[in-house]
């Protein structure tokens, strides 16, 4: 069976908060085919802490954010996960079953 993982944070790994999540990841890493971060934005220190290779980064969803307006816009219109979440779902077949559903 395909293990996979999907990890919010804050802004990890970029900048210095959410230390736990270096010592989780190796963990992950071994345990889990696939893994996806989705930092919420990079915040003031754009630098990226180092990350086991098979993990995926996600572009921040917040990133590219300059007003309220725009928050607004992309909070509401947020389809960032649709696209992959639809494509496992017909690869893995849940559509064929409530019970998988």
Known sequence: MN?????????YPY??????LESELNY??????????FPLEKGRDK????????IE???PVFDEIKNKKDLLIKGLF?????????KEGISS?????WTKF
């Open 28 to 37: 992950i890493d071994r345990s889990f085919e696939k893994a996806s971060l």
């Open 93 to 97: 077949g849940v559509w064929k079953s």
């Open 3 to 11: 293990k996979r993982i999907l990890i919010f944070t804050d802004n």
């Open 15 to 20: 900048g210095k908060s959410e230390p736990f």
């Open 47 to 54: 630098n990226m802490r180092k990350i086991p290779e098979k």
């Open 78 to 86: 947020n389809i960032s996960l649709l696209f992959s979440l639809f």
């Open 57 to 59: 980064i996600v572009s």
